[in-house]
């Protein structure tokens, strides 16, 4: 850190101070004005954070302008090639990447925490068959809190090592059996003999009654296995997101570390978040047929017109999305192995050039993002279109767990409390009269 510092004077507040300029390892400097109320007696205003940075943290960079996405200082291209899932959440949890022991020591605690407790599928019973996954998650994920509580102490390293494995080894079983819950198929049990993904594509598929008549080959495949596992790097983290920014502020007020991931479940659901995978195929479906894609690119630039082109345009990445090239790539590769074209990805890609082309979107620098094509290989592994979003969950997991690990640890936290620019009434007095009867 520099001892730089920015300079800030006002005549109408009749003040000046100055304020500290930080220099992180990467980035933009950033102004520490947390002494600014004290100093000038203003407060700033930012809706949507588009210039405040909320926190320090050491687990994932991102330049927009160039397109750069590091994890603990690692490219996410050099990750998605060479890197698997478990390694990565292990490099964003621990800072490092695993030696051949540490990383077999997590696989294997990962596989023993790979349980629910019973009483946990009776959270999951209790819904109708129809509710939404994400809704589901949301409930199941905030139950587990009720059975880790009144044992877990959160200022102890430990504890809170466990915590976030336990999260991260559940995370797929409870959003099989969602699934599996909506079809009215039973539960299938979590195998110790499979690593990560495939487990989870055993629990989302395999049907032990019907096991004579479905090779579990089909569904246990490598290649959907990779493809389910490089899906899961990219969405891994993603700084100070929307729903990870949920989870820091949960958790900066020491709550049980299951019910701030569900308000980060929460806050993913939403489309224009982790929602947008869900949003991009039911619009592809909407727009159903290449010559209709004009009449959906007018309404996107339409302000009057509440649609917009969903997978396109992100808040930091101005240049382009380098988690979309990756899986724009991915989708080729997978697709062009299957005997039939998806008729959805060749919609996609004819969007996607006419949207390049068009002047409001190159103007706005709005590009496609991870979501626009995410959505198109979860498909092609036959996840129905309501659970994509849960698939972001599990992957994400690895990253709320890391900064929840992070803030927990961090001497200087404090709890998260913004201030306002109150812009209604003045006081006024309340009189009384017989308005109630
Ligand atoms: N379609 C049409 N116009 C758009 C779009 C879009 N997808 N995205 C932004 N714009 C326009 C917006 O109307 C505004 O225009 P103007 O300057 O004329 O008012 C301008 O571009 C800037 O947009 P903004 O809403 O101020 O940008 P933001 O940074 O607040 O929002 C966003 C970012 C991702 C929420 C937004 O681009 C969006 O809604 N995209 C579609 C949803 C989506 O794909 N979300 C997934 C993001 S990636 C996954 C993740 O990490 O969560």
Redesign the pocket.
């Given at each position: 850190m520099s001892n730089n510092s920015f300079k800030v004077s006002d005549d109408k507040l009749g003040k000046t101070a100055s304020f500290p300029l930080l220099e992180g390892t990467l980035g933009h400097p950033t102004v520490d004005i947390q002494n600014l109320n004290r100093d000038m007696g203003c407060f700033t205003y930012d809706p949507?954070f588009t210039s405040t940075a909320s926190c320090k943290s050491d687990i994932t960079y991102i330049n927009g302008d160039e397109g750069i996405l590091l994890y603990r200082g690692y490219p996410i291209d050099q990750l998605a090639e060479h890197s698997n899932f478990l390694e990565v959440a292990y490099l964003l949890m621990n800072g490092e990447l695993p030696s051949k022991a540490e990383y077999e020591k997590f696989e294997s605690e990962i596989t023993w925490y790979s349980k629910i407790h019973e009483k946990l599928r009776g959270f999951i019973e209790g819904f109708h068959y129809d509710a939404h996954p994400m809704a589901m998650m949301v409930g199941v994920v905030g139950s587990l809190s009720a059975f880790y509580h009144s044992e877990l102490d959160v200022n102890d390293p430990e504890h809170r090592r466990i915590s976030a494995l336990r999260m991260l080894a559940k995370m797929p079983i409870i959003a099989a059996a969602c699934y599996k819950h909506s079809i009215g198929d039973p539960f299938v049990y979590p195998r110790a003999d499979l690593g990560y993904c495939k487990n989870f594509l055993n629990m989302m598929f395999a049907r032990p009654s019907e096991r004579f008549f479905i090779d579990e080959r089909e569904y246990l495949n490598p290649a959907a296995a990779r493809a389910l596992d490089l899906l899961f790097i990219l969405h891994a983290d993603?700084e100070q997101?929307a729903s990870t920014s949920t989870v820091r502020l949960a958790s900066s007020t020491g709550a049980n570390p299951y019910a701030c991931i569900a308000a980060g479940i929460a806050a993913l659901w939403g489309?224009?978040?982790?929602g947008?995978n869900e949003a991009v195929l039911s619009m592809l479906a909407e727009i159903g047929d290449i010559k209709r894609v004009p009449e959906f690119i007018k309404r996107?630039k339409d302000k009057d017109d509440p649609f917009?082109?969903?997978?396109?345009?992100?808040?930091v990445y101005k240049n382009f999305d380098p988690r979309a090239t990756i899986i724009r790539r991915t989708c080729h590769e997978l697709l062009e192995k299957q005997a039939s074209k998806d008729p959805l990805f060749e919609l996609a890609l004819g969007l996607e050039e006419v949207a390049l082309k068009d002047s409001y979107f190159i103007e706005?620098k709005?590009y496609p993002?991870?979501?626009f094509y995410s959505g198109i290989i979860y498909k092609a592994l036959n996840i129905p279109v309501d659970m994509f979003t849960v698939m972001f969950t599990i992957a994400r997991t690895a990253g709320w767990v890391s900064h929840w690990l992070e803030l927990m640890a961090d001497p200087s936290k404090r709890i998260g409390r913004p201030r306002q620019l109150y812009t209604g009434k003045p006081r006024r007095d309340y009189i009384a009269t017989d308005r109630r009867g």
């Open positions: 949507g993603h997101n489309p224009a978040h982790g947008a996107a917009r082109l969903m997978g396109f345009g992100h808040r706005r709005l993002n991870v979501d």
